[in-house]
């Protein structure tokens, strides 16, 4: 009776071991915590005060690929992250789209420099070379020795429509922009 007695306990030991050890995703409470470094990006103007709505890199139209621009609203705040690199976005469990960086045709206005433009797309493409990059939560990109500093202008383009412009040394402020900065606060820093 005895031996029985303990057959049983460690059969009921090695039951309760098991069904502990079992992985589950019990705390994962985000697709962030499963992709590391997702965050949304946020966009700090000159001034920004903590009272204003937070403004977020987006795509217009919603779910369009294109041009990417800076909208206010938490509403279809799409996710961002860097890997091997590349900054992509986190479309859903089975879609990233690719941010490239593509050279601008015309000079931006007052600055005598032809800017490079932050574009959306399925595919990586653009500029061959380009590294984005964190410094704490600030979005950097980085070609060659150069760099933009993290800073981004959100301006009207000739066509129309508005569009996210950097450049790899410092200019001023391009006529009908807005200098900002990019910020992931929900990434791993």
């Not at 005060?49 to 938490?74: C, E, F, Q, W, Y």
């Not at 399925?122 to 500093?149: A, D, F, H, R």
């Not at 009908?176 to 929900?186: A, D, I, K, M």
Request: hydrophobic letters at 40%; aromatic letters at 10%; charged letters at 15%.
């Amino acid at each position: 009776m005895y031996q029985f007695r303990t057959t049983i306990f460690f059969v009921l030991l090695f039951w309760a071991v098991t069904a502990f050890a079992v992985p589950t995703f019990e705390g994962q409470y985000s697709i962030g915590s499963l992709i590391p470094g997702l965050s949304s990006l946020q966009a700090l103007r000159e001034g920004h005060s903590r009272k204003s709505a937070p403004r977020h890199l987006n795509v217009r139209p919603p779910d369009a690929i294109g041009n990417l621009t800076i909208t206010s609203g938490a509403v279809g705040t799409p996710l961002f992250y860097i890997h091997r690199s590349r900054l992509w976005q986190y479309v859903n469990e089975t879609s990233i789209h690719a941010v490239n960086v593509v050279n601008g045709t015309e000079d931006a206005p007052g600055t005598n420099q032809i800017p490079l433009q932050m574009m959306l797309d399925e595919q990586p493409g653009g500029i061959n070379g380009g590294v984005w990059k964190w410094q704490g939560t600030m979005l950097i990109y980085q070609l060659g020795s150069k760099n933009n500093s993290g800073v981004y202008y959100d301006c009207m383009l000739p066509k129309g429509g508005r569009g996210l412009l950097t450049f790899l040394q410092g200019v001023p402020t391009p006529r009908g922009c807005s200098l900002l900065t990019l910020h992931g606060f929900e990434h791993d820093v």
